[in-house]
């Protein structure tokens, strides 16, 4: 009879699983011990730490759209790891997490390390419960198996998110009888599930709607990304003459350089995508939830239900008239509805057209109004370097298809309100839980995911110091990622919030982090001239090797003096 490890890994196989992040520990050692000899078809990549694992997983399932695992022992999984699958659960990212209770095969006598729930130990199962969609407890070798395919199937159906299996020490190198029930079978049966579509009478309201409409807006958000319904969001958006507008988490949905996109709404976003959706009398929003940082906190001078109609598509019904009520709830895969109603709005003849027209025609006028990714002091040479600058030589030096990973704090700021993606599908960020630490271990994902692709992660240096040790992995794999660091010596978002000559807990010890790289074998560089960043930049890809840029900047300038609820700005 086989073991359930055996057949754990001849799951993975099935479901066409290509990585597992981790790091060996408790029972899943025995799992791990059985991917030897596989590489051709599943990846082990080992990490440094179990939060890099997870947000690796969180990174490639975004990318890909489908999970990878990520695999350890319980008690750190369930602690270190916690980062990214929360994350994950957020940001509906696809991942599949195979633990144990490391409970000795002593259950409920006195066990080290066990997480499995009874008197003297910490209760793992209720843990990954709170942050998963799915967490199945397995005390058999066939609950390990079968666990493990429904949390395949979990991870993938409808919303995708994380889904666990924690496994007792006894079920995961336990013998598993395949002639009795319940039976075991292919991994494969369990995903044939054609995505979600609405009703035909459904897409036909839609299609009513935009025909009456005069100024419609479309809003996309990490649905777009998910469902890989880029090409698509565009073409109907070019069909009605509809400006695109992001969501943070949906920027890049449409290249920034289309006549059409409006850039980013929201407190961080473009004063030409909140006029946009302002001024919009119809509303599309595609795979958006609409949190308070998207609606510049429910300003009803960018979103008003009252003067609006929204139509709202979601795989999610809850997400559908969540933060507003809503027109009309289109229910299903984004990409699915969006074919939909590209193929309706062919045989549409609205009596609004020319009006539409008028409405996009003007954007151009509107937008160069409005500043569209523009500042002086993206313009300003200076030392130490003025953030706004260091955005704009990175979009001049980089090539336009690099795909860039953002972390938490100003830096993401600057990145998501300065930066014009110029193609499509080329952002990720961490809009879940929003932890700092989460752009480097992405990026080494990302590169896995995109191989023929530049990769590079922004952080602040405190996000960068958190999960520094990414940079070791990436060594390990040789993935040439580039990684540039806006050094302010500070936790620059916290500092910004506390009054002159009263800053606390929020100022680092001066740090060469292009030297922390170098220790690892990277490239590494620092820079606080503007002047000699282009080279720099070009260098550190040159190398061919893992690459920091670190870019000494000055903490002066503050995003409150353009975000849309500014506390100085004050207006919208």
């Not at 050692?29 to 990846?43: A, M, P, S, T, Y």
């Not at 407190?267 to 595609?286: E, K, L, M, P, S």
């Not at 193609?423 to 932890?435: D, E, K, L, V, W």
Request: hydrophobic share 40%; glycine share 10%.
């Amino acid at each position: 009879m086989p073991t359930a490890s055996e057949l754990i890994v001849q799951a993975l196989e099935e479901a066409g699983i290509e990585y597992v992040f981790g790091i060996p520990g408790g029972g899943t050692g025995q799992i791990f011990n059985l991917l030897v000899g596989k590489e051709d078809r599943i990846k082990t990549i080992l990490v440094r730490h179990e939060q890099a694992a997870a947000i690796m997983a969180d990174a490639y399932g975004r990318a890909t759209g489908k999970p990878a695992a990520i695999m350890g022992q319980g008690l750190f999984i369930g602690s270190n790891a916690a980062f990214g699958i929360m994350e994950s659960l957020l940001s509906s990212s696809p991942m599949v997490v195979l633990t144990d209770t490391s409970d000795g095969g002593q259950a409920q006598h006195p066990a080290n390390q066990s997480g499995a729930g009874e008197y003297g130990s910490v209760d793992l199962p209720a843990m990954f419960k709170a942050m998963t969609k799915y967490t199945s407890l397995a005390a058999s070798p066939k609950e390990a198996v079968i666990g493990t395919q429904l949390a395949i199937k979990h991870a993938t159906s409808g919303r995708p998110g994380p889904a666990c299996v924690v496994m007792r020490s006894a079920a995961i190198g336990g013998q598993v009888d395949l002639e009795s029930p319940p039976f075991v079978h292919p991994t494969t049966g369990y995903l044939n599930t054609a995505k979600p579509q609405s009703s035909p009478q459904d897409i036909q309201r839609a299609i009513d709607i935009l025909s009456q409409s005069r100024r419609p807006v479309l809003v996309a958000g990490n649905g777009v990304h998910l469902s890989k319904s880029h090409a698509l969001l565009q073409q109907l958006a070019e069909q009605w003459n509809m400006p695109v507008a992001t969501s943070y988490k949906g920027k890049s949905a449409i290249a920034e350089t289309h006549p059409l996109a409006v850039g980013m709404v929201g407190v961080y976003g473009q004063q030409a995508a909140n006029r946009a959706v302002g001024d919009a009398d119809t509303v599309v929003i595609v795979g958006a939830k609409l949190t308070p940082q998207d609606t510049v906190r429910e300003n009803p001078s960018v979103f008003d239900p009252r003067r609006q109609r929204i139509i709202q598509i979601d795989i999610d019904d809850r997400n559908a008239g969540w933060t507003f009520p809503i027109e009309l709830g289109l229910i299903g895969d984004a990409g699915a509805i969006l074919s939909q109603l590209v193929e309706a709005s062919r045989a549409a003849t609205p009596a609004s057209a020319r009006q539409r027209r008028e409405w996009a025609n003007g954007l151009a006028q509107r937008k160069s109004q409005d500043h569209f990714y523009d500042d002086p002091a993206m313009h300003r040479d200076s030392s130490p370097v003025l953030p706004q600058r260091l955005v704009h030589l990175l979009q001049q030096t980089l090539d336009p298809s690099t795909v860039f990973a953002l972390d938490a704090g100003n830096n993401r700021t600057w990145m998501a309100h300065f930066f014009k993606a110029a193609q499509a599908n080329t952002f990720f960020s961490p809009g879940g839980t929003a932890g700092m630490g989460w752009s480097l271990p992405a990026a080494v994902a990302l590169k896995l995911a995109r191989p023929d692709r530049p990769v590079a992660a922004v952080s602040g240096d405190g996000g960068y110091m958190m999960t520094v040790h990414a940079l070791s992995t990436a060594m390990q794999y040789q993935l040439p990622i580039l990684c540039v660091v806006f050094n302010d010596g500070a936790l620059g978002m916290v500092r910004h919030h506390q009054a002159p000559g009263r800053y606390i807990a929020s100022e680092f010890a001066p740090t060469d982090n292009a030297a922390v790289a170098r220790g690892f074998g990277a490239f590494g560089v620092q820079v606080s001239d503007s002047r000699h960043l282009p080279d720099a930049l070009r260098q550190a890809v040159a190398s061919g090797l893992p690459a920091v840029v670190d870019v000494v900047i000055d903490r002066g300038p503050n995003p409150d003096d353009w975000r849309a609820d500014a506390r100085r700005a004050g207006e919208t």
